[in-house]
């Protein structure tokens, strides 16, 4: 095997910079242009990375799927001699095939002529593995892929570095450990991937909204107002004395923090989705009044008077009519985004109060902006470090690469998608959208933390869990999740709402907002699902379902504070409970997407309880065994044990 341009680990499926290779030849050089020419491969997929393979008679290539972080399409050239291909989504191995021992079996066959051009494209690429059978005679295959953007950038910093980190690309064929990546980018199973195809037809129409800049800019002045108004009626209505008790940050409760007004938003934004009253995900009336009730409780456990209560939430209800109906009358005045122009750049290093005078202070700085970068619209700026930019880029990438390929589209918006499929300014636009609704609209109270990476690894080996049910594009571990937002999380591979999602099968993770109303919402529409699952065919002419099992992580509110998860605790489908300690496991930082270089891990302050809600298929399918649970709890706590971390 000969490699040029990057060099690729095939037993570690990495690219390793410090490796050295040759450039790209001249003469495969020349030939790149000549299919560029012809129209074999897109100029913008021009291919820098080459692997030769070369053949003996009775050599073979296994099936396999090229890694999905390559951009598509790709190609390979075959010289010296024909040589059969086999594809397909099931690939056998038979005892014989033409003769040939040890050969493999699929739905297709095709031939290679000497000096023939295969690309691949669609399914071809994407869905059906691939193979070469053991060779009659010598044979050469040149294949020619183009790296993703991330790993060429980093090839081209560090090729010629003493050292560098190794950007492992886990193959989807694996089991790999990625316990300390902030993402795990194996495919879902097919009955994810089929649901979030079906939900990509329904959310494709927000996949380019030219008024999606200015919605979120008016969003973030609008929510700003409504909550310095909720702050003057409280220290008008009920006093200082009462807001002195409150967790609502204002001049008077500063110390407090601001868990009462991010308790609040959480309650209206996590709800179903959008009322009759308006269409707006953020602003909608009812939702905000279906919040209200909770937040009045918080203001009586803080002595004040319920008819004060009442007043404070009904003055504060008129304000958010008001605002409801600023955004509706703002739906067609984002003309001004069409000329809106999004910057992507390294975030700028204050040196203030540091000396970057000296040569290794220097390099600290280049490696801090390397790992920091700044998104910025109309004055407006937000960051994010490169792994989690890294991230976005690739769920974006995925999600319109499934949606320009869904078959129920029609023509104008098949167009659309492939006009788009390569559109940097589309990504910056949404990106620039995503993280002002979750900075702006729920005041960072939206990164909620999340279990550690080898947690997570356990729960998908131990229990096929690949799909969280509360998650976010940018803290979420897998393509598949449910999210609060499915206008600017969609683009980005979001299932939509949890409490609008309906299922029959398959293995989840839950971990919510630590809220109780939230709480208690969500364990009464798993059980409803459950009840469901238990009442769907089996596949065999019975009635049972296939299996449904949902792993909850909350805080240990078993007793005391009013047994807050005493809807879980008192599930019929509760099948078995795990409590793990206090300072003896990590959660994954909230805002691990704009951390600058320190940890992303932080120690738990209260005990954890892992609830294991499970039909009767469920439970026989995954089921919740001592071995597997104490894996579970050793993942938890291996984090706090080693320090180990998933930062820069």
Not at 608 to 631: H, I, M, N
Request: some cysteine; hydrophobic content about 35%; aromatic content about 8%.
């Amino acid at each position: 095997v000969l490699q040029y341009g990057a060099f690729y680990n095939f037993t570690k499926h990495c690219i390793q910079p410090k490796v050295e290779v040759q450039p790209i030849p001249l003469l495969i050089e020349n030939l790149i242009d000549s299919f560029t020419e012809i129209g074999a491969l897109p100029v913008e997929v021009r291919p820098d990375t080459v692997i030769v393979n070369v053949y003996n008679e009775g050599d073979c290539i296994p099936p396999h799927i090229d890694h999905i972080v390559y951009p598509r399409p790709f190609c390979t050239l075959s010289l010296l001699s024909s040589a059969p291909m086999l594809l397909g989504k099931n690939i056998r191995t038979s005892a014989t095939v033409d003769g040939v021992g040890g050969d493999f079996r699929a739905p297709f066959r095709t031939i290679l002529p000497r000096r023939s051009l295969l690309v691949f494209e669609g399914n071809s690429a994407d869905l059906a593995k691939h193979c070469v059978p053991p060779v009659r005679e010598k044979r050469i295959s040149i294949t020619l892929r183009r790296m993703p953007d991330f790993a060429r950038d980093i090839v081209s910093q560090r090729l010629t570095s003493a050292s560098g980190p190794l950007l492992s690309l886990p193959s989807p064929d694996l089991v790999v450990d990625v316990g300390k990546a902030v993402w795990d980018p194996r495919e879902a199973p097919s009955y994810l991937r089929t649901t979030w195809r079906e939900t990509a037809i329904a959310r494709f129409g927000l996949m380019d909204d030219k008024d999606a800049i200015t919605s979120a800019l008016l969003r973030r002045k609008v929510m700003r107002r409504l909550k310095a108004k909720l702050e003057h009626l409280c220290i008008e209505r009920l006093g200082r004395d009462i807001c002195g008790k409150l967790q609502l940050h204002s001049s008077v409760t500063l110390r407090n923090g601001n868990a009462t007004w991010d308790r609040f938003v959480l309650r209206w934004c996590c709800g179903s989705a959008a009322s009759a009253e308006g269409n707006d995900i953020v602003f909608d009336l009812g939702r905000i009044r279906a919040a209200l009730p909770a937040l009045g409780k918080e203001f009586v456990a803080a002595g004040a008077a319920n008819n004060f209560v009442a007043n404070v939430l009904e003055c504060f209800e008129k304000e958010a009519s008001k605002a409801c109906r600023a955004i509706m009358r703002s739906g067609g005045e984002g003309k001004k985004d069409r000329s809106r122009c999004v910057m992507l750049a390294p975030a700028s290093i204050d040196t203030k109060d540091e000396d970057f005078s000296s040569q290794h202070n220097q390099k600290q700085k280049q490696k801090r902006q390397q790992h920091q970068y700044t998104v910025e619209c109309a004055g407006v700026s937000y960051s994010i470090n490169t792994q989690h930019l890294n991230k976005l880029r690739e769920l974006h990438r995925r999600c319109l690469q499934i949606t320009s390929q869904l078959s129920l589209l029609s023509k104008g918006k098949q167009s659309k998608a492939k006009e788009h499929s390569d559109d940097e300014s589309l990504f910056r636009r949404q990106l620039f959208c995503l993280l002002s609704r979750y900075e702006d609209v729920l005041d960072g109270n939206g990164f909620q933390a999340a279990c550690n990476g080898t947690t997570f690894d356990v729960l998908r080996r131990r229990w096929e869990v690949s799909c969280e049910c509360f998650a976010s594009p940018l803290n979420c571990r897998w393509e598949s999740f449910c999210s609060a937002f499915h206008d600017v999380d969609g683009p980005f591979g979001s299932l939509g709402n949890f409490f609008d999602w309906r299922t029959v099968e398959g293995s989840f993770e839950a971990n919510p907002p630590f809220d109780p109303h939230i709480i208690a919402k969500m364990a009464e529409h798993i059980d409803d699902l459950i009840a469901c699952s238990e009442a769907a065919p089996d596949g065999d002419g019975g009635i049972g379902g296939r299996g449904l099992s949902f792993i909850i992580i909350v805080p240990d509110w078993s007793e005391g504070s009013g047994r807050r998860n005493f809807a879980l605790e008192s599930s019929q489908h509760l099948q078995r409970k795990l409590i793990v300690k206090n300072r003896q496991h990590l959660f994954c930082e909230g805002a691990q997407h704009r951390t600058k270089g320190r940890r992303m891990l932080r120690q738990s302050t209260c005990d954890t309880s892992v609830y294991f809600l499970q039909s009767k298929r469920g439970a026989e399918r995954w089921p919740a065994t001592d071995e597997a649970c104490a894996e579970l709890e050793a993942a938890f706590e291996s984090g706090s044990r080693s320090g180990s971390n998933t930062g820069d």
